[in-house]
């Protein structure tokens, strides 16, 4: 059985986290469906999170922002026009639009029309994910988020999730990148909770400090 320094005492505390915050559950249910017909909005929202605070300036600022200029907040919208125009780094706008495409391409692909379906089906394929790695932007934390906004079942190995593993009294320090989410899902099997579930109890009270 997997056993580092402090596990039970990380597993007791985040099972008492889920069984005393049943938003959290409700969280992560809804998490897949906040852009249900706004695909485009989402991969907004996944390239523009790197490295920003998400809440007061993401959410804040930069959706509602493309919200109004685009209108349109479909996949097929930001795969044909770069938002160039929206107050982002070096091509993060065109990081955006290939997001969109590929996922569009898979649709494409797949004889799917609905953008709903062909996130979830992409989301699910994993060729189609490993492709996405080409795009420039997209490391291993985005690709995970995209993922879950999708419909599939992950987490996002960002700054909260991996200070809420380091509240916990896990030596997260020692691990890499992949190392934190093979520990992750090892935690949700324990708990047990969905990946989604552990990645909103780290991010909404473990580690969120802001």
Not at 142 to 164: F, N, P, Q, T, W
Request: glycine residues 4%; aromatic residues 6%; proline residues 4%.
């Amino acid at each position: 059985m997997f056993r580092i320094d402090n596990w039970d005492t990380a597993l007791y505390k985040l099972r008492s986290t889920l069984a005393e915050k049943p938003e959290i559950r409700e969280r992560a249910i809804k998490l897949p469906k906040l852009y249900s017909n706004m695909r485009g909005l989402m991969v907004v929202d996944v390239v523009a999170s790197r490295q920003r605070r998400y809440e007061n300036y993401v959410v804040a600022k930069l959706l509602p922002q493309y919200t109004n200029q685009a209108k349109d907040l479909s996949l097929l919208t930001l795969a044909n026009n770069v938002p160039s125009w929206l107050p982002l780094k070096e091509r993060e706008a065109q990081t955006m639009s290939e997001v969109a495409t590929k996922i569009l391409d898979f649709g494409r692909a797949h004889k799917i029309s609905d953008e709903n379906e062909m996130s979830y089906e992409w989301a699910h394929d994993v060729d189609a994910v490993v492709d996405m790695r080409e795009v420039f932007g997209i490391g291993p934390a985005l690709l995970e988020y995209l993922r879950m906004l999708c419909g599939a079942d992950s987490l996002k190995v960002d700054v909260r999730v991996i200070d809420g593993l380091g509240e916990l009294g896990l030596p997260i320090h020692l691990l890499t990148a992949d190392g934190i989410l093979a520990l992750a899902i090892q935690l949700s099997r324990e708990i047990p909770c969905t990946l989604i579930e552990l990645d909103q109890s780290l991010w909404h009270v473990l580690g969120n400090k802001s």
